[in-house]
């Protein structure tokens, strides 16, 4: 058995497929060199039997769905065959000492990124292509089983070193149903995007890309974090009775799906879904939230070749208010890339530091004609909707007036084009930022609502990458350091009359519940498979005395004072 971050909750039974490029990458050597000649052979042998492969996949497909589609393998094998690709791999086995793995996946790098530089469709295309077969390639050097020969009605689970946000957002919901990765911790966007789409997940396991086969069967239990492969029937079995007892509870909650959010004493709070693409609406929809208190709008932007123009990202956000019908709330949050959510096309900078970097609205401050786009964008779609704007990771005042003066400029185009906008469109900002957290009675004056996003205000109030298990021990929402903050922050809102959410993950965990109702927070966003477990939650606690004990927990010492104070009082007497 292995161990590691409960991601996403839930348990599944499944087939692992190891995700290639991160396997390469675990397994990048250097050979000897007496050793070139048997790599280089190695790689022959290999082409060769990709090449093999190909021609029967091509005959196939010639035969079920025509010549046109057979063509395409044809390309494919043109690849193994062509004397610059091959001549590059030979060079780099011989010249690097790199085994035959690395020397593809490094060549293959560089033609792909030749190809989509450049200024022609058809070159950008082969990218593609080269892609696929240099996977096919690599699957073959690594003896890994061709995915295919996966059953397709067994549920896949992927494996892998981490999943970026623009992976995640691209697994196909249909049959990925649930994930392992190396690294990452709780509020990894890979972890964010599994509770999204409802599926189990464990991540931070160190190295089960290295213990993994593809087409081995995983248990992975997203609720307690361990992941079993190959397990004895008997442990099946014992994780099927889990399951069963899973799904029953899940019907319990759903009997809440259609009432409102609402304390044993009548206090009355807003829960809301954080969703990354139009479609995760519905699933809010159906999960019984009461408003959308987070889109993050850059998953619009991921798995493209260039940016969303206004058109199509004002359809993604009409399609969200039409979802969520005319009163229910909908927060956009303006464009939030950088940190570990990258847009290759942009072709920014490596940075050191990059959650420290260009992102966010820092970006969006500077590269006005993407902010502008997505402006327009989102007011059009204000008319159809409870449309909200919100900006990500503002730092001071200074940026917030910025923002709102560009989005002043916006509006005055559109009256000027005579298109229809909601004038009254409410602009929030994000609490992500321990300087805008310290500032907020400044901030609360100029912004209609904050939401307090907690994955960044704990990893920059504590200094502790929120992705990196080493420092988790410090990455903890129940730090005093980090509850004084949002106590003030809920506090500073108050006091203008605004409004304080939560779109941090802390916003759906059982322990923090108790707590930031005591601190009084509106509204708390979360992934749309918690909302029925708070919502059920809620029905057993007492706004009336929340108040102080949230009072008296922030005079503890630690974060684990502070759990352990809210488990004995409140949660253990539920
Ligand atoms: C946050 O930082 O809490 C947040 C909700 O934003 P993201 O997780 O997208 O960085
Ligand atoms: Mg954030």
Redesign the pocket.
């Known amino acids: 058995m292995y161990t590691g971050t409960a991601a996403s909750h839930g348990i599944v039974l499944g087939r692992a497929i190891v995700k290639l490029e991160e396997t390469v990458t675990a397994l990048r050597q250097k050979i000897e060199p007496q050793h070139v000649i048997d790599e280089i052979n190695r790689l022959k042998d290999n082409l060769k039997a990709t090449h093999h492969q190909l021609e029967t996949i091509k005959q196939q497909a010639m035969v079920n769905m025509g010549e046109e589609e057979g063509r395409i393998f044809e390309a494919h094998q043109l690849f193994l065959q062509d004397p610059e690709f091959i001549g590059e791999i030979e060079a780099k086995i011989t010249n690097e000492l790199l085994n035959a793995e690395s020397a593809v996946a490094d060549v293959k790098d560089l033609f792909v990124a030749m190809f989509e530089g450049m200024d022609n469709e058809y070159m950008r295309e082969r990218a593609a292509d080269l892609r696929d077969v240099s996977g096919r390639l690599l699957r073959n050097l690594l003896g890994i089983k061709d995915t295919a020969s996966i059953d397709s009605d067994e549920p896949i689970i992927i494996v892998a070193y981490d999943l970026t946000p623009s992976d995640t957002a691209q697994l196909d919901k249909e049959k990925v149903k649930g994930f392992v990765t190396d690294i990452g911790g709780r509020?990894s966007?890979s972890a964010?995007m599994a509770r999204t789409m409802g599926i189990p997940a464990v991540v931070g396991l160190g190295d089960m890309t290295k213990h993994t086969q593809d087409g081995d069967f995983l248990i992975v239990d997203g609720t307690t974090g361990e992941v079993h492969i190959n397990p004895e029937a008997a442990l099946i079995v014992q994780y099927e009775k889990k399951m069963q007892a899973d799904a029953l509870l899940k019907e319990e909650w759903m009997k809440l799906v259609h009432e409102t959010s609402v304390t044993a004493d009548g206090h009355r709070v807003e829960l809301a879904a954080?969703i990354g693409k139009p479609e995760d609406a519905v699933d809010a929809d159906k999960q019984g939230a009461e408003a959308i208190g987070?889109f993050?709008t850059e998953f619009l932007y991921m798995g493209r070749e260039k940016l969303p123009d206004e058109e199509e990202q004002f359809e993604a956000y009409k399609a969200v208010a039409q979802t969520m019908d005319k009163d229910r709330a909908i927060v956009i949050r303006t464009l939030?890339i950088g940190?570990d959510k990258e847009l290759p096309y942009l072709n920014l900078p490596k940075e050191m530091n990059p959650f420290l970097g260009y992102r966010a609205i820092r970006l969006c401050l500077d590269r006005q004609d993407i902010f502008k786009t997505q402006l327009r964008a989102i007011l059009r779609a204000s008319s159809y909707g409870n449309i909200k704007i919100m900006y990500?990771m503002i730092a001071s005042l200074r940026e917030l007036r910025q923002a709102n003066q560009i989005l002043a400029d916006v509006k005055q185009e559109l009256r000027e084009e005579k298109v229809p906008f909601n004038e009254e469109i409410e602009v929030g900002m994000?609490i992500?930022v321990p300087a805008a957290a310290i500032t907020a009675d400044q901030l609360a004056k100029e912004a209609d609502f904050f939401s307090i996003?907690?994955?960044?205000?704990i990893q920059y109030t504590m200094a502790a990458d929120r992705m990196n298990p080493d420092v988790s021990y410090l990455y903890d929402p129940f730090n005093p350091a980090v509850l004084r903050l949002i106590q003030y922050v809920i506090e500073a809102a108050h006091r203008e009359g605004k409004w304080a959410g939560m779109?941090?993950?802390m916003a759906g965990e059982e322990a923090a519940v108790p707590l930031l109702l005591g601190l009084g927070l509106d509204e708390f966003s979360m992934s749309a498979s918690s909302i029925l477990r708070v919502r059920r939650l809620l029905k057993h606690l007492h706004h009336s005395e929340l108040k102080d004990a949230a009072a008296h927990a922030l005079t503890l010492e630690s974060g684990d004072a502070i759990q352990a104070y809210i488990k004995e009082t409140i949660l253990d007497k539920i």
């Open positions: 509020t966007h964010i954080n987070l993050r939030d940190g990500p994000m992500e996003g907690t994955n960044d205000l779109c941090g993950e």
